[in-house]
């Protein structure tokens, strides 16, 4: 029968790389704690609504990229593209985000945008994100970017480039539209058929699009920095200092934007050199009328998520310890029960164990232990139930050892001498 496979642009995590990704989130979270955010989990659907009005009606997420269904009832559903939206609708309903209150919230789940797949991109995936909720002033701002660099210290990705860029605000964005978009129209003829299609609906977006020819022309292109109203620029000269402070390193890019519309101000992107096209890490910035536009009170926000298996695809050489540290192989049916013990004696102690199937020659077993990379095999036959000792063969040194296998204390004994022999080297006993 023919097989069936999985969707186009879904893919499934399996051993070992569902361990990097394990230890990876282990790694982040540890960070989030020490900022003292605490965890949220929203459901992957919500109504299409939540997105179309968080978004940005024009954006290509909205536009094009939505997994929406109708459900039994009418009601329009969608899959989460992002997790901002969600975290802030959530806020509201459980009370977290009203007046006067500070929410540090930090989220890890699937997302789902339906664009053409390639290196780095999919049509599901993981992000890890963060969002503060309740602050304008400019410290959040330097927080949040702060907790960006010190997850990206956690996973190992030292080789990255993070560019921070201000968006304005309500005040003084117009202005600057309406620069770009006459600069826009000016240069019509040399824009791409998307440019010119988005020249009137969302002409930041052009700042962005890849083309050689909108490249060219967005060149020479008005300037966002030039056009910050007063509050705007001292809010993003103080973030500037605060990062300096925290020896944060950025480069300041005034042609950073984003594909999403709730940002003002401070807007941020992190991108690797090493994944292609599709470079960018990690991203966030401030979002201070979503609350409001939700239906909440005139707070402000700010976050950023992370894009996990480009983080892991940049950090490729962070390697998670994904051999077993003990094979365990009862060389005999008799030796079995033995074998069952000791094993999960030693599992209870933390000891990654294999234990295989009885019967086996020493040979085949020993095949097998080598292509797991285990670190110690632990034979278990006649000889060793007489004496009451393991044999313990040392796969790095290539040593063997006699190691009891009291009966009253089978694990305790067999993992600390273990470790002391990875930790020490082995001579041969
Ligand atoms: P975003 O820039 O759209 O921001 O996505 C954040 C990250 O998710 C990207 O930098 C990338 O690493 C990853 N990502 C996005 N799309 C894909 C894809 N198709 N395949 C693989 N990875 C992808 C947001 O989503 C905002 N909600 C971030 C934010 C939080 N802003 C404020 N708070």
Do not use: W
């Amino acid at each position: 029968m023919k097989t069936l496979n999985g969707v186009k642009g879904f893919h499934d995590v399996v051993p070992p790389q569902s361990e990097r990704f394990t230890d990876l989130e282990q790694r982040l979270r540890a960070v989030l704690a020490a900022y003292n955010f605490g965890e949220i989990r929203t459901p992957i659907a919500e109504r299409t609504e939540l997105f179309a009005r968080s978004l940005g009606e024009t954006t290509d997420i909205v536009e094009k990229e939505m997994y929406s269904f109708d459900d039994r009832d009418g009601t329009s559903l969608t899959l989460r593209p992002e997790g901002t939206a969600s975290v802030v609708r959530a806020a509201l309903e459980a009370g977290l985000a009203q007046r006067d209150q500070v929410a540090k919230l930090y989220y890890l789940g699937p997302m789902f945008r339906r664009e053409r797949p390639q290196k780095g991109r999919t049509r599901q995936f993981h992000q890890f994100g963060a969002e503060l909720i309740g602050r304008d002033d400019p410290l959040a701002d330097a927080e949040v970017v702060m907790l960006l660099a010190d997850c990206l210290d956690a996973a190992g990705l030292k080789e990255r480039d993070l560019i921070i860029n201000s968006l304005g605000d309500e005040a003084c964005r117009p202005a600057y539209r309406a620069a770009l978009t006459a600069y826009g129209r000016a240069h019509f003829d040399e824009l791409c058929a998307n440019c010119r299609q988005r020249l009137d609906r969302n002409p930041l977006r052009l700042l962005d699009c890849k083309e050689e020819s909108c490249r060219r022309v967005m060149a020479d292109a008005p300037l966002v920095t030039d056009h910050l109203c007063e509050p705007c620029r001292a809010h993003f000269a103080q973030v500037e200092r605060l990062l300096q402070a925290a020896d944060v390193t950025y480069r300041v890019n005034p042609r950073l934007v984003r594909g999403l519309d709730y940002y003002v101000r401070t807007a941020f992107e992190v991108v690797a050199g090493n994944l292609g096209a599709q470079n960018a890490v990690g991203g966030g910035g401030r979002y201070d009328g979503l609350v409001a536009a939700l239906g909440g009170p005139p707070l402000a926000g700010i976050g950023f998520a992370i894009g996990l298996e480009r983080l892991l695809m940049a950090t490729d050489d962070l390697s998670a310890a994904s051999n077993p540290e003990v094979d365990v192989i009862p060389l005999t049916d008799e030796a079995a029960p033995a074998a069952v013990r000791l094993t999960r004696r030693l599992r209870a102690r933390g000891m990654r164990c294999e234990l295989e199937a009885a019967g086996r020659s020493v040979k085949s077993a020993m095949r097998r232990a080598d292509k797991l990379a285990a670190r110690f095999v632990v034979l278990i036959g006649d000889d060793e139930l007489r004496a009451g000792r393991a044999t313990v063969r040392d796969m790095h040194h290539k040593a063997d050892h006699r190691l009891a296998l009291a009966v009253d204390d089978p694990g305790s004994a067999l993992v600390e001498t273990l470790r002391a022999l990875a930790a020490a080297g082995g001579q041969g006993a």
